[in-house]
């Protein structure tokens, strides 16, 4: 099936900040919002939460713990942001949950993360099906 002559396909304007979706929560709200660009330039707190986000962006697979200990990432700013993907490098750098209150101290030592990893994975789980 074609299309006719007249019909013009219009992609939707491109807008100038990059695409936050993939954070999901608070900065994706905040980046689908007209006025983004303006918002992200008038507010400090808004530039630094979405400039550690950029900084996590560009880390390679293999530098991801070590941008979140640049990031500096406070565990009131975590709960606020509420990034489901925030959530799980928090996760996967710190090796515990989250609770909103204690902060966040990456493993700063491959070894220490390693171990922590096998006592994860060895770990009974129950079935709650």
């Given at each position: 099936m074609s299309l006719p002559e007249s019909t013009e396909i219009k992609l939707p304007a491109r807008d100038a900040s990059?695409?936050?979706?993939?954070?999901?929560?608070?900065?994706?709200i905040l980046a689908a919002l007209d006025g983004f660009t303006d918002l992200r330039s008038a507010d400090p707190s808004i530039a630094a939460m979405f400039d550690k986000l950029d900084m996590l962006d560009r880390a390679p697979a293999d530098g991801v713990v070590?941008?979140?200990?640049?990031?500096?990432?406070?565990?009131?700013?975590?709960?606020?942001i509420n990034s489901p993907l925030l959530d799980g490098i928090c996760k996967g750098s710190t090796g515990r949950d989250l609770d909103g209150q204690t902060e966040l101290e990456p493993f700063k030592d491959m070894s220490r993360f390693i171990a922590r990893v096998c006592v994860l994975a060895c770990r009974p789980r129950t079935n709650s099906s």
């Open positions: 990059p695409s936050y979706s993939h954070w999901g929560g608070y900065p994706s070590d941008a979140m200990i640049q990031c500096g990432f406070k565990a009131s700013e975590v709960s606020k």
